[in-house]
């Protein structure tokens, strides 16, 4: 199993960015998709899921309603739009999954900062 994310940056408050999430080594189709993050100093968070076909989404109650998990698992991706960015959501970001065990990826940092 494999998880590559980018897209991570620096972007002013209220900013937007779009995190991806590239995946190999399992069955990507079958599986639900995950992003946490961990801020500096804190332990990890969860931010969002999407069922593995795409149909159903949760979120964070820090980031509903500005961010928007998706997939396309043709590519075997995973995407996180963020918009309305805020300080609070400073962190480095991981997407993940559960086979046997969690698996996550190096992680991309985003920071929100004037």
């Known amino acids: 199993v494999q998880l590559v994310e980018s897209g991570g940056g620096l972007v002013q408050p209220g900013g937007s960015l779009r995190l991806s999430c590239a995946a190999s080594g399992f069955t990507f189709s079958r599986y639900w998709m995950y992003w946490v993050r961990q801020a500096p100093g804190k332990g990890l968070e969860w931010v969002s899921s999407?069922?593995?076909?795409?149909?159903?989404?949760n979120y964070a109650d820090s980031v509903k309603g500005r961010f928007t998990i998706s997939r396309d698992n043709a590519k075997k991706i995973v995407y996180l739009q963020m918009n309305s960015l805020k300080p609070e959501d400073t962190a480095l970001y991981y997407c993940?999954?559960?086979?046997?065990?969690?698996?996550r990826g190096q992680g991309t940092q985003v920071t929100v900062s004037s």
């Open positions: 999407i069922n593995a076909d795409g149909g159903g989404t």
């Open positions: 993940a999954m559960d086979s046997s065990g969690w698996t």
